[in-house]
Nanobody, 126 residues
Framework: QAQLVESGGGLVQPGNSLRLSCAASLAAFSLYSMGWFRQAPGKQRGFIAGITSANYTNYADSVKGRFTISRDNAENTVYLHMNSLKPEDTAVYYC????????????????????WGQGTQVTVSS
């Protein structure tokens, strides 16, 4: 049974950095596209970053240039490096996996993602 476990969340001051990890127990992990979504209080869960099985990356405009997604297929792990954090980045961050999309792009529609982690809280505050 597939399982995704996020870690690395916490409280950080504006302008600082944080790295999230998602360890996946997925057969044929390298064939999956992986992504990060986030959900702030009172808002829907939304896409922020994805990486295809061919290592192409996609980002939401709100995080482009500040966040970087990467993956380590040998460790079945995907990372989200977050720089220049802002208070509006405060949310629960979820890792997801999908066989959807294509070589260059992951799906942005949450309904096309199959497996999810339990989420990790990121709070950006002074």
């Amino acid at each position: 049974q597939a399982q995704l476990v996020e870690s690395g969340g916490g409280l950080v001051q504006p302008g600082n950095s944080l790295r999230l990890s998602c360890a996946a127990s997925l057969a044929a992990f390298s064939l999956y596209s992986m992504g990060w979504f986030r959900q702030a209080p009172g808002k829907q869960r939304g896409f922020i970053a994805g990486i295809t099985s061919a290592n192409y990356t996609n980002y939401a405009d709100s995080v482009k240039g500040r966040f970087t997604i990467s993956r380590d297929n040998a460790e079945n792990t995907v990372y989200l490096h977050m720089n220049s954090l802002k208070p509006e980045d405060t949310a629960v961050y979820y890792c997801g996996s999908t066989r959807g999309g294509n070589r260059y792009s992951v799906p942005k529609d949450i309904r096309l993602w199959r497996y999810w982690g339990q989420g990790t809280q990121v709070t950006v505050s002074s």
